[in-house]
């Protein structure tokens, strides 16, 4: 591979990682409350649709509201890091 392909390949991988860093709050929080909302469905026999709903979303709210400053931070780092890289280049 050349090394604009080298370049491009670990471009695309620091930006996934970063994503998936990003996400990973919010995705464990809504993932432990839709098995704790499972688990109380089962136990009483209630297939309420928006009891399901209404939990995962008002957590993905508080959540994602609660770590929106961290996620700023890490956002801004990673494109001044990005911008900074692209100015080093020739």
Same mark, same amino acid.
């Given at each position: 591979?050349?090394?604009?392909?080298d370049m491009v390949a670990l471009a695309a991988n620091r930006m996934l990682v970063?994503?998936?860093i990003l996400v990973s709050p919010p995705l464990a929080a809504v993932l432990l409350v839709g098995l704790v909302v499972s688990l109380i469905q *089962?136990?009483?026999r209630m297939t309420d649709l928006t009891l399901g709903f209404v939990p995962r979303?008002?957590?993905i709210l508080l959540v994602t509201a609660l770590t929106l400053p961290w996620m700023g931070a890490r956002l801004s780092a990673y494109f001044v890091s990005? *911008?900074?890289q692209a100015a080093d280049r020739p």
């Open positions: 591979m050349n090394l604009t392909g970063e994503a998936l *089962v136990g009483t979303f008002a957590v990005n *911008v900074a």
